[in-house]
């Protein structure tokens, strides 16, 4: 069965810290672009970060740049973001989804592509 499963979430205080993993069964991450994306309470889904292994791109959302570290496990079949000096905007759902290829980038929207495959959502609550 081919799917993503996603993990870490929860609840954390601003300026702390949490580390989302995302595991691939089924099928390899290997050509695929990794994409993290969040959705808050009445806000649309935003691109948060991308990794390919294709061409070597990382990329980064301004609002999450220097505070969040992508990484790729290739053994594991898993991804991870790591996610510090956390704020309570980044409360949100937080998806991973795999696009065979390389990381898209729209100039207006940010990430963007045709992901083939989601994960089920990992929620993160940052609050006091």
């Known amino acids: 069965q081919v799917q993503l499963v996603e993990s870490g979430g929860g609840l954390v205080q601003p300026g702390g810290s949490l580390r989302l993993s995302c595991a691939a069964s089924g099928f390899s991450l290997d050509y695929y672009a990794i994409g993290w994306f969040r959705q808050a309470p009445g806000k649309e889904r935003e691109g948060v970060s991308c990794?390919?292994?294709?061409?070597?791109?990382?990329w980064y959302a301004d609002s999450v740049k220097g505070r969040f570290t992508i990484s790729r496990d290739t053994a594991k079949n898993t991804v991870y973001l790591q996610m510090s000096s956390l704020k309570p905007e980044d409360t949100a759902v937080y998806y991973c989804?795999?696009?065979?290829?390389?990381?898209?980038?729209?100039?207006?929207?940010?990430?963007?592509?045709?992901?083939?495959?989601w994960g089920q959502g990992a929620r993160v609550t940052v609050s006091s």
């Open positions: 989804a795999a696009e065979w290829g390389v990381c898209v980038l729209d100039p207006g929207r940010g990430l963007a592509g045709e992901y083939d495959y």
């Open positions: 990794t390919s292994n294709i061409d070597g791109m990382t």
